[in-house]
DNA sequence: CATGAATGAGTTTTCATTCAT
DNA sequence: GATGAATGAAAACTCATTCAT
């Protein structure tokens, strides 16, 4: 199912104009994904919304899928390159510390990026998310690893495998900004408290 | 858009005959669900699945969307009684305890009612199923407000929101069956302790 | 199209019982076929209204086209006794005076057997219908042919061909009580005066 | 019933090729619908019979009734630009001139547009097709009023409930040439003779 | 690069008809 | 005779994808 053709890049576009119409697919590829969900969402209404015509959506991204990892990718490596500018200041900070900076970053990267979660929760094709999945939860274990007092062996990857899911939480909380806030504090604090304790 | 059609009871069959059907039917829907998702998953497929003909399958379920509610419906009716049996017990409990034993009651319902949260996060339709989590919420926060000694005011609710999205997050570890049991034991010593702390 | 299954008279029932079922059964469907059209009407629809099961409904009509066949052909032969027991009353009659009863019958008779014209008029089979028509159109002018003074050579068949499809069109103005009694009386007397003139 | 979806208009082709495909589907569509009525019609029929692809037909008919009324709408919209063009020239007419000029007027146009009728007296949705035929019965109803001498009140309005249904009686009479001609003239015979005796 | 009309395979849905009870 | 669950062929409708302009 996932074919050659479906991972293949979009073709880079050379002109700025080009740039930009791309983005604009993709960020309405991006709305459209979270309020309806991928396969609910038509090509033509994604080009729709971005002022396009379908055939320029094509010209582009040569398949839905290909559309949906390229966001995914893009957005992907977006956040890997947010987590390995945390890698620095992680350095000796301790492990509450760095879940809470780890919570900030997460949080506005959800933001700005909201169709991330959507696109690497995908049902079908395992393979592709998986490894995606493995290497978001290393990094952030990476950066567990750093903590003083370093964390019990392993705990830095369970947690790897926990923050990120945590995040969506409060987000799906829509149209109840108290409860949603405070859920977000709860978490945080439930996560600094655990990692106060220590880890036996 | 969700119109009476698709909110139809199924037929609710009178021969013990067709209560099997229908069950089989229900069950195959919510496997495929889980393995495809939703939308990629054909009705067709369903029915073949539970070796039933096509048409069988719409003489109990009228709407694809109607089979998705009905299997939903039956789920959090479920699940709602698993939590109106805990009522009783949870009196007077720490709300660590109550906590643990919510986890345990969690993890085995999911265990068995597989479709349960891709159905209740289906993207699109608010309403219908925001009342669903919103009871399920109330259900949860009845339990905790039950604790000795009490908890903090919207403490109770706010655990009610994150509790059972807890749940699904070692469920996702597919194929790493190590990280999967050590992510569980993790996240429940976090909630125990985040309890057992206080909450200011 | 029109298969021998399809103008195969319904299995007569031997019992009362079974008889009072048949004519039910005739009544509903003709109902419907008025109310939604004959396509447009569903065997369960039919069964159901008039209190039966779908089985119990192709235990006497093997097909949907036997049904509307049967009640087309039992409407049919009604019209075409009457239209013989009006024979002997005709003769001598003027001509104004045989279209003003044949008024009154077609009038009553079609209150009282309202799927006939929808069901002779169906599209596709020509053929079966097509010979209805022309052994009304022959009653009708054989009608026509005694009444004294004679009409005109072939102005009996033309009659023939036009008085019976003048009667729905004030039976189509439902909802307008008045115009359509003015309409009646309006094509009666247009008639009457057409037959009083002679037919140069 | 009549949905909004339904009633939508075929998306206005922009281009000349477009025009042309549209009424290269309505035509198809008509004439099927006369052929074999409306249900018993396919879509895939339609199309195949205009040289297109079943989506392309979709692409300007969102439904079948869609297109139904679409054409509806234009034969409708037809006829009644025709009539209107009547008006001028029906001033001061007598009355039995006016109706033979509407009878020449339903003649050449039912020929052009034999689905009309049909389309028309579709069962089931009341409503929109109710105005259709009172709009059609008031601007016939407006040409008899300017008839010289002026014709009994009510009639004007009796008379336009009727012509418009005297016209297809011959046309039903498909396959008999000689005896279709002889009831058109004696139609148009009778009216004449009706409208010159005077309305009392 | 850009466009949007056209395509047709694939889905959902309907309903006449059958048949075991 | 009576029942109604079950069937599956056929119809309506959708939408990713192509391609001529």
Redesign the interface.
Same mark, same amino acid.
């Given at each position: 199912m996932a074919s050659e053709k479906a991972r293949a890049n979009p073709r880079a576009p050379q002109q700025k104009r080009g740039r930009e119409r791309v983005a604009a697919l993709m960020a309405s590829a991006s709305m459209l994904f979270? &309020?309806?969900?991928? &396969? #609910?969402t038509t090509m033509t209404e994604i080009a729709a919304r971005a002022g396009a015509a379908i055939g320029t959506l094509y010209l582009f991204f040569p398949t839905k899928e290909a559309l949906a990892n390229a966001i995914l990718a893009e957005n992907a490596e977006a956040l890997s390159a947010e987590l390995d500018a945390l890698q620095e200041q992680a350095k000796g900070l301790a492990p509450a510390a760095i879940a809470d900076t780890l919570f900030d970053l997460l949080g506005r990267f959800l933001a700005t990026h909201p169709a991330y979660s959507?696109l690497l929760?995908? /049902?079908?094709d &395992?393979g592709w998310r %998986?490894r995606m999945r493995a290497r978001r939860r290393e990094q952030i274990a990476a950066l567990f690893a750093q903590a003083q007092p370093p964390l019990p062996a392993? $705990?830095a990857? %369970? @947690?790897a #495998?926990?923050v990120p $899911?945590l995040m969506p939480? /409060?987000l #799906? @909380?829509?149209?109840e900004k108290r409860?949603r806030d405070?859920?977000l504090e &709860? @978490?945080r604090?439930?996560?600094a408290?655990?990692l106060q304790?220590g880890g036996d």
């Open positions: 979270v &309020e309806k969900g991928f &396969e #609910a959507a929760d995908l /049902p079908g &395992e %998986r392993g $705990q990857e %369970r @947690l #495998a926990i $899911q939480i /409060p #799906a @909380l829509v149209g409860l405070g859920v &709860e @978490l604090l439930m996560l408290r655990h304790t």
